[in-house]
């Protein structure tokens, strides 16, 4: 440990002993955007043009005063199958059985018998699900684009390698990786394994990201420059915290969900997921409910708690534009002349069941069909997006932050107060709000 880690975390742990520094207190206001093919079909641009768009918000992220170190930038993609099936067959393997799953992982760097007993931890834990691991991957990294001080932090970066040797569905794949991963870390805390972070565990989702500035992304990720590195949805975030120490976990994007702004209820949400999540993990993971409990864990961001609660739903069996309507609803009448009575009737089941997380808040978020860019009823997060005439939706906190020809955009505007706009990967259909309500409204008599 650095003597400049030393003196970091002891000051931090005076002003916590003090009281003038609460890490529940952590919020942010940031730049967030969301990139989507609506065919589904992985492309090399979408990767691309969520990279530009991440480096032309690098002025919505904090930078420390050595100029290199940030507070946390990232992108989300699909794992590119063809990329990584090489990367196995370099170590000997058949790449052909099965889609590949990687999980990105942060290993504490510095203490090498705790480096090994995570990797343990994750391995056992892979396998005890049924999953064949390959082996593990350094991806390149490029230290000398940090700073010093996000240098000193920096965990040791590896990915796992393995595919799916019980050919599950998609959905029952996922839930799986979900439980695997919150046994890991349940492993992992009661192991006391500093540093230690599970990015992303998925067949489908793979995130990189780090306490650099947003436009060394790709530079210190040199994976991004790869012509194989494609995608068909695309979440990128600049961090820009307040009332926070910035820590390499706490870039975004997260799991499913990246958000900008701060949730101003967290006390409350917190406190009532603490209530719901006894009766939502016994009902929907049987006995593994223990294993997912708790669902928010100690020292997270609200940004990290509302993407723990927004997955937990989703790895329930909600749909994202669900998720997103019970965690973070428009504003509701009970007046027919304001509203319609299927909406009135969503809303009310919605407050029944979960309570509002209230901003200012902008979220972007992928389930693995329904891509979804949303804002809680304040509507002090900006969110426009633009629509091409190749299927490229482009959602973003600020107009122009993805590079796209004008002349092909035929339908733009803003994302309004509590409202949303989704697009179905599967059948390459773009939603605006009403449509999106409309059609969760006609699913059940609420």
């Known amino acids: 440990m650095t003597d400049y880690t030393k003196t970091y975390l002891e000051n931090r742990q005076k002003l916590i002993d003090a009281h003038a520094y609460d890490p529940r207190d952590e919020s942010d206001a940031c730049g967030v955007g969301l990139i989507v093919a609506l065919d589904g079909q992985p492309r090399r641009e979408i990767v691309e043009k969520g990279v530009r768009a991440l480096k032309a918000v690098y002025h919505r992220g904090a930078v420390d005063a050595d100029g290199k170190t940030g507070d946390g930038a990232g992108i989300r993609v699909d794992v590119p199958q063809d990329f990584f099936k090489e990367q196995v067959a370099r170590t000997g393997h058949d790449p052909s059985r099965a889609p590949i799953c990687v999980g990105q992982i942060f290993l504490p760097r510095t203490d090498l018998s705790a480096q090994e007993a995570a990797r343990t931890i994750v391995e056992a834990e892979i396998l005890k699900y049924g999953f064949y691991i390959y082996g593990w991957r350094q991806p390149p990294i490029d230290p000398s684009i940090i700073g010093q001080k996000a240098n000193d932090t920096r965990p040791e970066i590896e990915q796992v390698l393995f595919y799916d040797a019980q050919d599950r569905s998609r959905a029952d794949l996922e839930r799986a990786l979900y439980i695997c991963r919150r046994r890991i870390e349940r492993r992992a805390r009661e192991a006391t394994i500093p540093s230690f972070y599970v990015c992303s565990l998925s067949q489908r989702n793979l995130i ?177 997006y633009a629509l091409t005439e190749d299927r490229i939706l482009a959602v973003g906190s600020e107009a122009g932050m993805c590079p796209l020809d004008s002349e092909g955009i035929i339908k733009k505007g803003r994302v309004g107060p509590g409202g949303m706009i989704a697009v179905d990967v599967s059948e390459g259909k773009f939603y605006e709000h009403n449509e999106v309500i409309d059609a969760l409204a006609a699913q059940h008599p609420y």
């Open 208 to 384: 990189y990201k780090g306490m650099f500035l947003a436009e060394d992304i790709d530079n210190f990720y040199p994976d991004l420059k790869d012509e194989r590195f494609v995608s068909a949805v695309c979440i990128y975030h600049q961090r820009y915290s307040t009332n926070t120490f910035p820590q390499w976990w706490l870039a975004q994007p997260f799991r499913m969900l990246a958000h900008n702004g701060e949730i101003n209820t967290i006390n409350g949400n917190i406190n009532w997921m603490k209530s719901h999540e006894i009766r939502m993990v016994s009902d929907n993971f049987g006995p593994y409910g223990e294993d997912v409990k708790p669902v928010i864990q100690q020292g997270s961001s609200d940004s990290a708690a509302l993407d723990a609660a927004f997955e937990l739903l989703v790895r329930a069996g909600r749909k994202a534009t669900m998720a997103k309507t019970l965690l973070i609803p428009e504003a509701w009448s009970k007046r027919d002349g304001v509203m319609p009575k299927a909406h009135q009737g969503l809303y009310a089941y919605s407050n029944a069941v979960m309570e509002p997380w209230d901003g200012p808040a902008a979220v972007c978020a992928f389930d693995g069909r329904w891509a979804v860019a949303g804002l809680d009823r304040n509507g002090l997060r900006p969110l426009r």
